[in-house]
C-alpha cells in the first residue's frame, strides 16, 4: 500500500487537543444545544410545579462521592426548584457520606435565595438502618432524626415543629445511587405511606426503576446526567449537567467526523495506490 | 489555605499525567514512579490491617489469652493458623532445598478456585442462557436473537474445517461481533468523556474557579 | 512426591468446592467458606512477595545508575513515607497522613489515568474504524449510530422521523438484540472453556501454573 | 458472604412483598383506625388469641435446613369480632418452659410465615399472640420443631445433570486423543501471529512485553495465560530474545517467575533468565497500566502480547504500544474489553480462543481432547436452545423451566 500524503497517520496529538478542546469549550461557555425532555422528567417537573407554595418537601440524599459527577446536579437543581417555588426542604440522608455533598448544594443555594437555615430548610443528616430508618420515619421523623446535622435538637428547630411524619411532606425527591436507595424509598414508604416521590439515579441505575414510572409508583425519574440535563433546561438553569451533556454531545460528534475523514483518507490512498 | 494546597498539588499530578499524551517526560514519569510507590506501601499495610490482623494475628494471640474469637473464621484458634502458615509457605522459595513446598498453598488457593468457579459458571452462563435464549420463534426480534446466539457459537467451534452449513453460520456469528463490538465501543465512549469531564472540571471548578 | 502432593492437594480441594455447590448441608458450607477466607489470606500474604520483587528491581536500578535511576528514589521514598505513615506507630483512620496521601496522591493520579481513555478511544476511533471490508463496516455503522444515539444531539439529528428511524431507537435496538446475541455467544463459549480448563486443574492435566518439576 | 446476602435479600424481598400485600389489603381499616384517635376511650379488651398454629421443616430440599414454616388460625377477633387485630406477635424459643423472643411482628390477616437463619437440626418452640396496638392476646402454641437437614439441592439438578455430561465428553475425547486417535482442531489465526510478532522483536534486537492481565491466580484467564507465557518463554529463550512480564498481582508474579524459568531451562538456556525482568509493579489498576505505559515507551518493546483478563486498562495499553510501533497480540474473555483490543492489536484471541490456545499450543493429546469436548457440547446446547424454542412455541414450558435454577 502506498503511503502518499497521509491524513491517515495525522499525527494523534491533533485529535487529543480537539478533543480537549470539546471538552473544556462547552464547560466554559455552554453551548445549550436543545435538548428533548422525556416523559419522566417532564412529569417530575409538572408534580413539583403543582406544589403549593409553602408547602415542605423532601431531599433524601442516598449517594457517595464516586457518583458525584452524575447525581449532583440532580441536587443542586431539585433545591433550586424548591426554593425557587418558596418551598420549605427537609434533608434526610440513609447514606452516611451524603450529608455533606447535600450541604455542598444547600448553602449556596439558600443564599442566593435568602433562605434561613431552621426555617425555610434543614439538614437532618445522616441515619443508619436503611429500611428500618424508613419505617421509622412513617411513625415520626423527629423522633427517628433526633437532631439536624449541625446537632439542633429537633424540638429547637422551627421547621420541624411542622412535620410529623410523611402526611406532612408534599413530595420526596430522592437522589439514589445504590442500596438503600430508590427501590427501599418505593416499597417501604411510597406503597404504605402513599406519598408522592421522585427519583434520580445513575445511568447504570436507571432501567431497574423504569417500571415504578409505569405503574405510578415513581412520578418522575431522572437517569444519569442526561436526566439532570433535561431537568436544568425544564428549569432553565443549564448547569453542570448541561454543560456536561454538550461536552458529551461534541466530543461524540468530533469523534465521528474523525471516522468519516480517516475514510475519506483511506480511500484517497487506495485509490492513488491503484493509479 | 491546606485546601489549596493540596488542590494544588492534585492539579499538578492531573497535568503531569496529561503531559504523557505529548510525549513521555520527566513529569509523568515522576507521577508514575510516585503513584507505584504510594500504591505499594498503601497495599501492603492495607492487607495487613484488613486480612491478615484480624484473621491470623489477632485471633492466635488473642484466643491464648481467653479472649473471645474476632476475624471471619468461627472455629477454633488453631484454624487461623492453617492460613497463616499457607502465606508462610510462599516464602519458602526463597529457599531452594524446600522451595517446591510453595506450591501447596498455590495448589489450595488455585484447586479451591477452580472447583468454585466452575458449577456458578455452568448455571449463569450455560444452564440460564438455554432456558433464556430457548425463545418461541414468533417474532423478529427472538429470532435475531436466537440466530446470533447461534451463529457466535458456531464461529468458536474448533473441530471443524469452517465450510458448508458451518461456515455460514460462522460467517453469520462474524456479522453479530462486528455489530457488538462497534456498538460496545460506541457505548463506552460516553463513560470515558464523562471521567474527563470529570477532571477537567476539577482542574476548571475546584483549582482554578474559572466555571 | 514434590508434584504429587500439590496436585493431590488441588484436587481434594477442588473437588470439596465443586461438591459444595449441591449440598446445602451447612457443615459442607461453612467449611467451604472457612477454605475461601483462608485463599483471601494466602493472597494478602503474598503482596510482601510483590513489595520485595518491587524493591529489589528499583534498588538494582539505583545502585546501577541505570537510566531513569532516580525516578526509583522517587518509587521507594513514597513507598516508605506511606509504610511510615500506616506503621504500627501510625494510624491509618480517616484524616491520618496515610488516609491523605492515599486521597490526594494515589486516587487522583489513578482517576487521571483512568481518564486519559477518553483521548485514546477517540485515537483509536479514528484510526481503526476503516471500511476495510463489509464486516469492519458494520463496526463503524454500529459505533457511528450508538455514539450518536446516546447524546441529545442525535435526538436533534433525527427529530421529526418516525420513531423506529431515530437515533435513540435504533442504539437501543441494536444494544438490545445483535449485541446482547453476540455477547451472550462469547460467555457460553467462554464459559465452555472455563469449565474444560477447571476440570484439567483439578485433575492435574493444567499444572503450567505450578511452575518447575524441580 | 454472597450466600448469605442472597439469602438476605430474598428474605427481605418476600417480607416485603407479604407486607405490601398485606397493606394492599388493610388499607381501608389502616385509615379507619386514625380518625377517632382521641374520641374513642382508651382499649381495654386484648384481641381473642389466633386459632391453632402448626409449625414444620420448610418444605423444600434445597434448604440447609435453617428454616422452619409455620401455619396458624386468624384470631376471630380480625376481619370480623370486635375488628381490632392490628397484628401478630410470632415467639421463638429454644425451650418449652420460656415464651422466649418475639421474632416477627406481623400484619393482620395473615396466616403464614417461613422463619429463616435457625441453627440446622435444632428443636425450635414457637408460640404466636394477636395485638391489637395496645393489648396482645393469651399464647398459642404448638410442638416442638427442627428443621432437616438435605444433602442435594434438587433445583440444581440440571446443573449436575448438563455439568456430568460436559465432563463426561472430555474425558471421553481424551481418552480417544490418548489412544492415538488423530484429532482436527482449526488454525486459531491469533496463535501464529505471536510466534511472528516474537521473530519480529528478535530480528529488530528489541524485547517482548508479556502481559498477563490484572486477575488474580484464581482467574481461570491468569491460568490460561500462565499456558500460553510457558510457550512464549520458549520461543524467547531459543532466540535469546529478552521477555519482559509486569504482573499487578504479587501471586501471578511468582507463578511467572517459576513458569518463565522452567522453560528457559527446558530450552537448554537456564543463564539467558533474567529475574528483573519478571516484575511486579502494583495491585491498583491504573497505577500498573501507568507503569506498563513507562515501560512500552522506555524499553521499546517490539511485541506486545496481552493474554488474560483485562479491565479499562486495556485500551489503554493497546493504543500505547500501538504509539510506540509494536505488533500487538492480545486475548481475552472479557467481553466488556474485546471491542477495544479488536480494534487496536494486530490480532485478537477472543473468549473461548484463549483457553483453546493453551490446548493447542501444547498439541498434547489430553488438552486437545477438552477442546473436542467443548465442541460437542456446543453441539448440546444449540440442540437445547432449539428444541427448547421448539417446545416453548407449541406451548410445553416445563422443558424451558427445567433450565431456570436457583
Known amino acids: 500500500m502506498s503511503e502518499g500524503f497521509d491524513l491517515r497517520r495525522i499525527d494523534r496529538r491533533i485529535i487529543f487537543v480537539l478533543v480537549l478542546v470539546a ?115 412513617g411513625a415520626s421523623i423527629p423522633n427517628t432524626f433526633p437532631s439536624d446535622y449541625s446537632g439542633t435538637p429537633v424540638r429547637e428547630i422551627p421547621l420541624m415543629q411542622e412535620v410529623q411524619n ?23 414508604v411510597q406503597s404504605r405511606f402513599r406519598v408522592a416521590l421522585g427519583s434520580g439515579t445513575t445511568a447504570v441505575g436507571a432501567p431497574n426503576f423504569y417500571p415504578y414510572v409505569q405503574s405510578g409508583q415513581l412520578v418522575g425519574l431522572l437517569g444519569g446526567l442526561k436526566g439532570a440535563a433535561e431537568y436544568e433546561t425544564l428549569l432553565e438553569y443549564p448547569g453542570l449537567a448541561t454543560k456536561g451533556m454538550d461536552a458529551q454531545s461534541v466530543v461524540h460528534a468530533l469523534i465521528v467526523v474523525f471516522i468519516i475523514l480517516g475514510n475519506v483518507a483511506y480511500f484517497a490512498a487506495r485509490r492513488k495506490g491503484r493509479a | 489555605m491546606g485546601t489549596l494546597i493540596w488542590t494544588t498539588i492534585g492539579a499538578i499530578l492531573t497535568l503531569s499525567v496529561y503531559s504523557f499524551l505529548y510525549k513521555d517526560n520527566p513529569f509523568y514519569k515522576f507521577a508514575e514512579h510516585l503513584v507505584v510507590g504510594v500504591s505499594a506501601g498503601y497495599y501492603l499495610v492495607i492487607y495487613y490491617y484488613n486480612f491478615i490482623d484480624p484473621n491470623v494475628v489477632t485471633p492466635v494471640f488473642q484466643l491464648r489469652l481467653g479472649d473471645q474469637p474476632i476475624g471471619f473464621g468461627s472455629g477454633a484458634w488453631w484454624l487461623a493458623l492453617i492460613p497463616g502458615l499457607l502465606g508462610l509457605l510462599l516464602y519458602t522459595r526463597f529457599f531452594p532445598k524446600v522451595a517446591w513446598v510453595a506450591r501447596w498453598s498455590l495448589g489450595i488457593y488455585v484447586g479451591g478456585y477452580a472447583g468454585l468457579g466452575i458449577s456458578p459458571v455452568m448455571q449463569a452462563r450455560v444452564i440460564e442462557q438455554i432456558g433464556a435464549n430457548a425463545l418461541p420463534l414468533t417474532s423478529v426480534t427472538n429470532v435475531l436473537i436466537v440466530i446470533g446466539l447461534l451463529g457466535t457459537l458456531a464461529y468458536f467451534f474448533f473441530s471443524m474445517k469452517h465450510r458448508g452449513i458451518l461456515g455460514v453460520f460462522a460467517r453469520t456469528g462474524i456479522v453479530f461481533l462486528m455489530v457488538g463490538f462497534g456498538a460496545s465501543f460506541g457505548y463506552t465512549v460516553m463513560s470515558r468523556i464523562s471521567l474527563l469531564i470529570g477532571r477537567v472540571s476539577f482542574l476548571l471548578h475546584d483549582w482554578l474557579h474559572l466555571v | ?130 471500511l476495510r471490508s463489509a464486516e469492519a463496516g458494520l463496526l463503524l455503522v454500529a459505533a457511528i449510530i450508538v455514539m450518536l444515539g446516546r447524546v441529545p444531539l442525535g435526538q436533534l439529528l433525527t427529530r421529526g422521523l418516525p420513531e423506529k428511524a431515530t437515533l435513540p431507537w435504533l442504539t437501543e435496538t441494536i444494544m438490545t438484540y445483535p449485541n446482547m446475541a453476540a455477547f451472550r455467544g462469547i460467555l457460553m463459549g467462554a464459559a465452555l472453556g472455563v469449565m474444560a480448563m477447571g476440570l484439567r486443574i483439578i485433575l492435574g492435566i493444567e499444572r503450567s501454573y505450578l511452575g518447575g518439576e524441580k | 458472604m454472597k450466600r448469605t446476602w442472597l439469602t438476605f435479600l430474598a428474605a427481605a424481598a418476600v417480607a416485603t412483598s407479604l407486607l405490601g400485600a398485606a397493606v394492599a389489603q388493610e388499607a381501608a381499616p389502616v385509615v379507619e383506625e386514625e380518625v377517632p384517635r382521641e374520641d374513642v376511650p382508651l382499649d381495654t379488651v386484648a384481641p381473642a388469641a389466633p386459632g391453632a398454629l402448626t409449625a414444620r421443616d420448610y418444605l423444600d430440599s434445597n434448604d440447609a435446613g435453617d428454616k422452619i414454616e409455620l401455619d396458624w388460625e386468624l384470631s376471630p377477633d380480625d376481619g370480623a369480632g370486635s375488628c381490632d387485630v392490628a397484628g401478630y406477635f410470632l415467639w421463638r424459643s429454644r425451650s418449652a418452659s420460656s415464651p422466649g423472643e418475639i421474632v416477627a411482628e406481623l400484619p393482620s390477616g395473615q396466616t403464614h410465615y417461613v422463619d429463616r437463619n435457625l441453627e440446622p437440626g435444632a428443636e ?148 539467558a533468565y533474567n529475574p528483573d525482568n519478571i516484575r511486579y509493579l502494583s495491585d491498583a489498576q ?121
Not at chain 3, 494478602?44 to 510483590?50: E, F, N, R, T, V
Not at chain 4, 463426561?168 to 482449526?186: H, I, M, N, P, Y
Not at chain 4, 492480545?330 to 490446548?359: I, K, N, R, W
Open chain 1, 166 to 188: 410523611f402526611d406532612d411532606i408534599a413530595f420526596v425527591m430522592e437522589i439514589s445511587a445504590g442500596t438503600p436507595g430508590t427501590r427501599e424509598w418505593v416499597q417501604q
Open chain 4, 124 to 271: 425450635y418452640f414457637y408460640s404466636i399472640t394477636a395485638f391489637d396496638g395496645t393489648n396482645e392476646s393469651a399464647a398459642v402454641t404448638c410442638a416442638p420443631v427442627a428443621g432437616r437437614v438435605n444433602l442435594f439441592q434438587t433445583s440444581r439438578a440440571s446443573i449436575l445433570a448438563l455439568m456430568l455430561v460436559f465432563f463426561g465428553l472430555v474425558l471421553v475425547f481424551t481418552k480417544l486423543a490418548e489412544r492415538g486417535d488423530e484429532l482436527f482442531v482449526r488454525r486459531i489465526p491469533g496463535l501464529n501471529a505471536i510466534e511472528e510478532a516474537v521473530g519480529r522483536a528478535t530480528e529488530m534486537g528489541r524485547p517482548v512485553l508479556y502481559v498477563p492481565g490484572i486477575g488474580e491466580i484464581d482467574n481461570i484467564m491468569t491460568i490460561a495465560s500462565l499456558t500460553i507465557l510457558s510457550h512464549v518463554a520458549k520461543i524467547t529463550a531459543r532466540y535469546e530474545t529478552p521477555l519482559i512480564v509486569p504482573t499487578a498481582r504479587a501471586v501471578v508474579m511468582s507463578a511467572a517467575e517459576e513458569v518463565v524459568k522452567q522453560a528457559y531451562t527446558e530450552v537448554g538456556q537456564p543463564d
Open chain 3, 1 to 130: 512426591m514434590r508434584r504429587e502432593i500439590p496436585l493431590a492437594i488441588t484436587f481434594l480441594v477442588g473437588l470439596f468446592m465443586l461438591v459444595d455447590f449441591f449440598v446445602p448441608h451447612h457443615s459442607v458450607s461453612a467449611a467451604a467458606e472457612e477454605m475461601k477466607q483462608w485463599g483471601t489470606i494466602v493472597i494478602a500474604a503474598s503482596i510482601l512477595l510483590g513489595v520485595g520483587n518491587l524493591i529489589r528491581v528499583h534498588y538494582r536500578k539505583i545502585r546501577r545508575k541505570q537510566d531513569g535511576w532516580g525516578y526509583s528514589i522517587t518509587t521507594l521514598v513514597a513507598m516508605s513515607v506511606m509504610l511510615y505513615f500506616g506503621g504500627p506507630w501510625g494510624t491509618i483512620a480517616e484524616g491520618s497522613a496515610f488516609n491523605w496521601m492515599f486521597l490526594n496522591m494515589q486516587v487522583p493520579l489513578q482517576s487521571t489515568m483512568f481518564s486519559l481513555l477518553a483521548f485514546f478511544i477517540a485515537s483509536a476511533a479514528y484510526r481503526a474504524f476503516r
Open chain 1, 23 to 137: 471538552v473544556v469549550w462547552p464547560l466554559i461557555a455552554p453551548l445549550r444545544l436543545p435538548m428533548d425532555v422525556s416523559p419522566p422528567v417532564q412529569n417530575l417537573y409538572n408534580t413539583i410545579e403543582e406544589i403549593p407554595a409553602g408547602s415542605i418537601v423532601m431531599l433524601a440524599g442516598d449517594y457517595s462521592p464516586d457518583t458525584m459527577p452524575e447525581l449532583q446536579p440532580m441536587t443542586d437543581t431539585f433545591l433550586r426548584h424548591a426554593f425557587r417555588n418558596d418551598l420549605r426542604v427537609v434533608v434526610a440522608c440513609l447514606w452516611p457520606a451524603s450529608p455533606p455533598l447535600v450541604e455542598r448544594a444547600l448553602l449556596p443555594l439558600a443564599d442566593e435565595f435568602g433562605k434561613v437555615d431552621g426555617v425555610d430548610y434543614v439538614n437532618l443528616g445522616y441515619m443508619a438502618g436503611g429500611t428500618v430508618t424508613l419505617l421509622g420515619m
Open chain 4, 286 to 406: 491504573f497505577a500498573f497500566a501507568g507503569a506498563v505505559n513507562g515501560i512500552m515507551l522506555r524499553e521499546k518493546p517490539a511485541a506486545n502480547l496481552y493474554m488474560g483478563a483485562f479491565w479499562a486498562e486495556s485500551l489503554l495499553l493497546a493504543e500505547t504500544g500501538f504509539e510506540a510501533g509494536a505488533i500487538q497480540v492480545a486475548g481475552t474473555a472479557m467481553v466488556s474489553q474485546l471491542p477495544f483490543f479488536v480494534t487496536a492489536c494486530d490480532f485478537t484471541l477472543m473468549g473461548e480462543e484463549l483457553y483453546a490456545a493453551s490446548a493447542y499450543l501444547s498439541r498434547e493429546p489430553k488438552l486437545l481432547g477438552g477442546l473436542k469436548g467443548s465442541d460437542w457440547m456446543k453441539v448440546v446446547t444449540i440442540a437445547l436452545v432449539v428444541l427448547g424454542a421448539v417446545l416453548n412455541f407449541m406451548g410445553f414450558e416445563t422443558f424451558v423451566n427445567w433450565f431456570r435454577t436457583q
